[in-house]
């Protein structure tokens, strides 16, 4: 069982930076790939970032590749986003989720532990 907790969430202008974080509790959190996905209002939940148990493999939607940063503390249980060169189309709710597979993926159905999301909105 993995809970997870997102925070950190904010209002920014555009060009400007955030960083979200998601504290996660129980005992196999540090061998999970972990993953920030993002939803907003009308569209489907998409992919953002995700990082490998070890932290050694990240993948970028293209859409944030350069200006998100994703990382993971283990010792700390937290996973990290930093947000930087925000743009409105960034606005959303951001969730982090862990999967019991090795591999980071995209997709939705292979995570199977959600949090409840924290809210980031980007002005121009």
């Known amino acids: 069982q993995v809970q997870l907790v997102e925070s950190g969430g904010g209002s920014v202008h555009s060009g400007g930076s955030l960083r979200v974080s998601c504290s996660a509790s129980?005992?196999?959190?540090?061998?999970?790939?972990m993953a920030w996905f993002r939803q907003a209002p009308g569209k489907e939940r998409e992919f953002v970032a995700g990082?490998?148990?070890?932290?050694?493999?990240?993948q970028y939607a293209d859409s944030v590749r350069g200006r998100f940063i994703i990382s993971r503390a283990n010792g700390e249980s937290t996973l990290y986003l930093q947000m930087n060169s925000l743009k409105p189309e960034d606005t959303a709710v951001y969730y982090c989720?862990?999967?019991?597979?090795?591999?980071?993926?995209?997709?939705?159905?292979?995570?199977?532990?959600w949090g409840q999301g924290t809210q980031v909105t980007v002005s121009s």
């Open positions: 989720a862990a999967s019991p597979y090795a591999l980071v993926t995209a997709e939705t159905q292979n995570y199977n532990y």
């Open positions: 129980g005992r196999t959190w540090s061998e999970r790939t």
């Open positions: 990082i490998n148990a070890g932290g050694t493999n990240m």
